[in-house]
């Protein structure tokens, strides 16, 4: 017969030796992951005017991080919009009585300030249908992508500490 005797004050010493060591590298693996996912983020990210993408960040603290948009100049409004979509709806001028437009290949898309349009590509409308966007969760796919990065790096983390 096969006895096995285990002292409990013998594993509570055992893990607090380990305690302050393990918990410097789950920090460290932290880090890593949390840039991991940004860097994937911000690849993933559309890039119209590459605001979207610059706003990315992360805030990593002791024990806890995340990445998202940065809150300043309406970004997490407009990012909300990208990675949800929106439904079909009737956009109306917010100054004046009419929309600029103008034509592009063949395609009708709304003009920005300082937008040089040759005249006979300028179109005016009282409203657009707007028939809606597609959600594109970037942050998701970013997520999925780093996926056995992540793993692999929290398992290090832990094999590390446990080989000491």
């Not at 055992?14 to 940004?38: C, D, F, H, W």
């Not at 990315?56 to 948009?69: C, Q």
């Not at 309406?74 to 009419?98: D, E, M, S």
């Not at 056995?148 to 094999?159: G, Y």
């Amino acid at each position: 017969m096969v006895s096995i005797k285990i002292q409990s004050n013998d594993i509570g010493k055992y893990l607090k030796s380990i305690g302050p060591e393990m918990e410097k590298n789950l920090q460290k693996a932290l880090v890593r992951n949390t840039l991991a996912v940004e860097a994937d983020s911000v690849r993933q990210a559309p890039a119209d005017t590459g605001t979207l993408r610059k706003s990315i960040s992360s805030v990593i603290n002791t024990g806890r991080a995340f990445v998202s948009p940065s809150f300043g100049a309406n970004v997490l409004n407009y990012a909300k919009y990208v990675i949800f979509g929106t439904r079909p709806h009737t956009i109306y001028p917010r100054r004046g009585k009419a929309i600029p437009l103008k034509k592009v290949g063949g395609r009708v898309t709304f003009m920005k300030r300082g937008d040089s349009v040759a005249k006979n590509n300028k179109i005016f409308a009282k409203k657009v249908r707007h028939p809606g966007t597609k959600p594109n969760d970037f942050f998701e796919r970013a997520v999925e992508r780093t996926k056995l990065f992540v793993s692999r790096n929290w398992e290090a983390a832990i094999n590390k500490t446990l080989r000491k």
